[in-house]
């Protein structure tokens, strides 16, 4: 995977402001997501998939013959604060929602949103509780932690034979998720894990973890969280001369991992859909990023594609109204997209939804084994 470079403060910034233009030739749309804090580099990847859709889409005319208008909203992955942007968007008058990131802010944004008739299409939210417990406004174009903790699971009881497993989570409401759909899949193939527990988000010294980890004999660790704790227990821990084999999920395929754990993430592996961006659905998208210097991988191309398979939804309706667009999005496809068709299901999944096992290597982190 080659590196580009994501835009700066400077350009992200100047994103956030909405142009002008007639108010009868708008639809606004709504892009929420952690555009700061600990989190904020998924939501670059959120915000450069959007805005590459809607300029894609406004070069093309529009949508029923009005352009596409941007709101962004940062909502730092705290629960309180994406309800504050949900409200925010709803009072914009936004149509739909492309966001939120973490499932912690979803989660609680998705009641506005469905209090107020809007559409909400997450790109990265993979909390089976999401859309569980979700409405017909709720959508979402990744998987769900149901699908990938299966999939790790699977793959370590396959090619771990005899290892020593820790499951360790944030607590939060994706790190435990994901983890504890972890533990649950290794239970059900026989495979105990020797130790279970979760770890403070945010902490700045995880020694005494590791020291635990070291004395339990742990020779494999899955991580449910994100990159910038687990980088941060991969590089104190590797300090500390332990380097077990770490296992992790999609918030950890993001070049922000290694910025924080350097060469202990060496050798990691994670759990994350195939790569959209080699796809050939995805090759003018990719082409128009690479050329802006702009790295299409991680969620990116997932964000792209909620804008896009709302667009093509709407087209079909013949309407922007957010009810209609719900039906029509559950009713038709596939919806031709970046990712590749797409269908939904009944409760706002993404029909078949896969995952693959990619692996850190120098740096650089690429598909290791297909599911």
């Known amino acids: 995977?080659?590196?580009?470079?994501?835009?700066?403060?400077?350009?992200?910034?100047?994103?956030?402001?909405?142009?002008?233009?007639?108010?009868?030739?708008?639809?606004?749309?709504?892009?929420?997501?952690?555009?700061?804090?600990?989190?904020?580099?998924?939501?670059?990847?959120?915000?450069?998939?959007?805005?590459?859709?809607?300029?894609?889409?406004?070069a093309k005319g529009g949508v029923l013959g009005k352009k596409l208008v941007e709101i962004v909203q940062d909502d730092a992955c705290d629960p309180k604060q994406a309800v504050t942007a949900a409200n925010q968007l709803v009072s914009d008058g936004v149509v739909m929602v492309d966001g939120h990131f973490c499932s912690a802010s979803s989660i609680p944004a998705s009641k506005v949103y469905t209090d107020n008739g809007i559409l909400e299409i997450s790109p990265g939210s993979t909390n089976p509780n999401y859309t569980d417990d979700g409405s017909a406004f709720t959508f979402r174009t990744c998987g769900r932690d149901d699908q990938q903790g299966k999939v790790a699971a699977d793959y370590i009881a396959k090619h771990f034979k005899g290892a020593k497993i820790a499951v360790l989570d944030d607590n939060s409401t994706y790190g435990k998720g994901i983890a504890d759909q972890v533990r649950m899949n290794l239970k059900k193939l026989g495979i105990p894990d020797a130790y279970d527990t979760s770890y403070t988000a945010g902490d700045?010294?995880?020694?005494?973890?590791?020291?635990?980890?070291?004395?339990?004999?742990?020779t494999l660790?899955?991580?449910?969280?994100?990159?910038?704790?687990?980088?941060?227990?991969?590089?104190?821990?590797?300090?500390?001369?332990?380097?077990?084999?770490?296992?992790?999920?999609?918030?950890?395929?993001?070049?922000?991992?290694?910025?924080?754990?350097?060469?202990?993430?060496?050798?990691?592996l994670m759990t994350f859909p195939p790569p959209a961006e080699t796809g050939s659905a995805a090759a003018t998208v990719v082409a128009e990023l690479k050329a802006k210097n702009i790295d299409p991988s991680g969620y990116v191309l997932y964000s792209y594609a909620t804008i896009q398979a709302w667009a093509e939804a709407a087209k079909k309706a013949h309407s922007t109204k957010p009810a209609l667009v719900a039906k029509e999005l559950k009713a038709g496809g596939p919806w031709p997209t970046v990712l590749g068709p797409i269908k939904f299901d009944a409760k706002g999944d993404v029909v078949n939804a896969a995952y693959a096992i990619y692996k850190w290597h120098d740096g650089n982190y690429s598909v290791f084994a297909m599911n």
């Open 204 to 218: 700045k010294d995880y020694s005494a973890l590791i020291s635990r980890l070291k004395q339990q004999g742990i």
């Open 221 to 268: 660790v899955y991580i449910g969280g994100y990159y910038a704790d687990s980088g941060l227990i991969m590089r104190q821990g590797a300090a500390q001369g332990y380097t077990p084999q770490y296992f992790s999920e999609d918030a950890a395929v993001t070049s922000a991992l290694w910025q924080v754990a350097g060469p202990s993430a060496e050798g990691m």
């Open 1 to 58: 995977m080659k590196k580009y470079l994501f835009c700066t403060a400077a350009t992200l910034a100047l994103g956030l402001a909405v142009a002008a233009a007639p108010a009868q030739a708008q639809t606004k749309i709504g892009v929420a997501g952690p555009l700061t804090g600990s989190n904020a580099a998924f939501g670059v990847q959120l915000k450069v998939g959007a805005d590459q859709a809607i300029a894609d889409i406004n």
